[in-house]
């Protein structure tokens, strides 16, 4: 007779017992627990977070999980309690323009705050004891700044990356920022026309802090060490340790990288916009010198003339075979802005990426399998950010809110009946039916929006929509006026001092 199949709850059971007896540590079992896919299909809102007036660009949780930080179009930052969906502190973050990330120091008792902005800016924050906020700038790009990566463990040390194609390293012990490289476009023909690439994200390997990826507007992410650079100046850093990208994609101009995420096992995953997202393990580099594919070769090569330092243009079982040796996410739509990529699991089972449909995704990692299409922004999802020790997730998009997600639904979801993987270059967001029926948002002029793509919706061309995500009131309840110097290209931390004073939105003084 044949064994009847054990139920999930009998499964559960077993588990707990095993756990109870001793069979399986306590870490196992929280592991296993934290990574069960179960807890996935149950993920719905459990907290609504609302206070911003523009457009929630970033989410942040600190070290122990109990505080969110996000940044703001309205160029605030707040500080929140999410399980209560309460303020614990607001402060303008002295940025002129769009906030694009706001990240707080580890081990500083959750009292440094980081930012990156639209106005290239580079700002430190410090909550004071008597809840009062001093803000400085540190250093500015020239262009918008979107992301910077804080070193693993430091309380001093993090990098930015900006559309002016450097990387600045900062510690908040020196007054002075270093810039270590600007980011070159390794084909000739592409130099001709776009010499420095404009970056968008960056991250660092948590096994080991000393290497950090970068990526933008080519098809590379490139990965550096930091051990390589030396601090006189006296080297040329920009060359990098090691570069990825699928094969189909070398040589694609119209390609280019919005979001990069380590793994705890320092695994790369990288998502191009209008393309799919890719996992690339430490042995997958392409090499620290790879050259594009460019017209005038291909001719030479279809006269019979070869240069072994050029890869010609892959063939369509090229592209297959290529895709086949990499994991592949496929099924969302990353074309009107620089959304953000992660990891979710406690060891880092899931795959997770906002999407243009407004829309959720959650991929098994270890075999690309779409598990979760949840609805979350009326237009676009940006952000994702894992809780760093519990099933949870937080997200952001163009919505002026944040939505905390918990495994707290009582039944298991299912995808969406219309679901189908979209191809690159087609702008259907899966046939899942995204409508624009929010007069409030423009996507030409909103300064969050980095178009990589030349197509436009059908859906948008009948929208005669204004931009109300960054109003000029925006600052009418500041709690200061701010003289937001422009910073020399020195990038000395003493340029500029400004005190913020902080808006408490709460009885009792952030502690």
Not at 148 to 160: D, K, M, Q, R, V
Not at 165 to 182: E, I, K, P, Q, Y
Not at 352 to 371: A, Q
Request: net charge negative; aromatic share 8%; glycine share 6%.
């Amino acid at each position: 007779m044949a064994k009847r199949a054990k139920t999930t709850a009998g499964k559960g059971i077993n588990e707990i017992w095993k756990r109870e007896v001793g069979e399986v540590p306590p870490r196992t079992f929280a592991h296993r627990l934290g990574a069960s896919q179960d807890l996935v299909l149950r993920l719905a809102v459990y907290k609504t977070l609302e206070k911003h007036r523009g457009c929630v660009n970033t989410v942040s949780f600190n070290a122990e999980g109990d505080i969110l930080v996000s940044g703001s179009d309205d160029r605030f930052v707040m500080l929140w309690d999410w399980e209560t969906a309460r303020v614990k502190l607001s402060f303008h973050s002295g940025h002129t323009n769009n906030v694009f990330q706001a990240k707080i120091m580890p081990y500083t008792n959750d009292r440094s705050i980081v930012t990156c902005a639209a106005d290239g800016q580079v700002r430190h924050a410090q909550i004071q004891e008597d809840s009062q906020v001093n803000t400085r700038q540190l250093g500015k790009h020239q262009g918008r700044a979107h992301k910077l990566a804080i070193e693993p463990g430091s309380p001093h040390i993090f990098y930015t990356c900006g559309e002016d194609g450097s990387v600045r390293h900062f510690d908040l012990r020196s007054s002075s920022a270093t810039r270590l490289f600007t980011c070159k476009a390794f084909s000739s023909d592409r130099s001709a026309y776009m010499p420095t690439v404009h970056l968008n994200t960056i991250a660092i390997d948590p096994r080991n802090p000393n290497l950090f990826a970068v990526g933008g507007t080519d098809e590379f992410a490139r990965l550096y060490d930091i051990r390589k650079y030396n601090w006189d100046g006296s080297n040329d850093f920009g060359q990098p340790t090691d570069c990825f990208s699928p094969q189909h994609l070398i040589g694609d101009e119209q390609v280019g990288i919005t979001g990069l995420a380590f793994s705890n096992q320092s695994e790369l995953l990288v998502s191009y916009s209008d393309e799919h997202i890719y996992l690339f393990a430490r042995d997958m580099g392409v090499g620290p010198t790879p050259v594009p594919a460019s017209p005038s070769s291909e001719a030479s090569n279809a006269s019979g003339d070869s240069n072994p330092n050029t890869q010609a243009s892959p063939s369509a079982n090229d592209v297959d075979a290529d895709t086949a040796e990499l994991l592949v996410y496929k099924g969302h739509r990353n074309c009107d802005t620089v959304k953000g990529v992660s990891f979710f699991g406690p060891r880092d089972e899931y795959v997770v990426s906002g999407s243009d449909c407004g829309r959720i995704f959650i991929w098994r990692k270890k075999d690309g399998e779409i598990l979760r299409a949840m609805e979350a922004d009326k237009h676009i999802v940006n952000c994702i950010q894992s809780h760093p020790h519990v099933t949870m997730l937080a997200s952001s998009g163009i919505e002026h809110d944040i939505k905390i997600w918990t495994p707290k639904a009582d039944d298991r979801a299912s995808l969406p009946v219309k679901v189908e993987q979209v191809e690159p270059g087609l702008f259907t967001c899966l046939a899942l039916g995204w409508e624009h029926d929010d007069d409030d948002f423009d996507y030409e002029n909103d300064d969050d929006a980095t178009d990589f793509c030349e197509h436009e919706d059908s859906d948008d061309e009948d929208s005669d929509s204004e931009d109300n995500s960054d109003s000029d009131d925006d600052d009418d309840d500041a709690s200061d006026d701010y003289d937001n110097d422009d910073a020399d290209d020195n990038d000395n931390i003493n340029d500029a001092d400004d005190n913020a004073e902080a808006e408490i939105y709460s009885q009792q003084q952030y502690g």
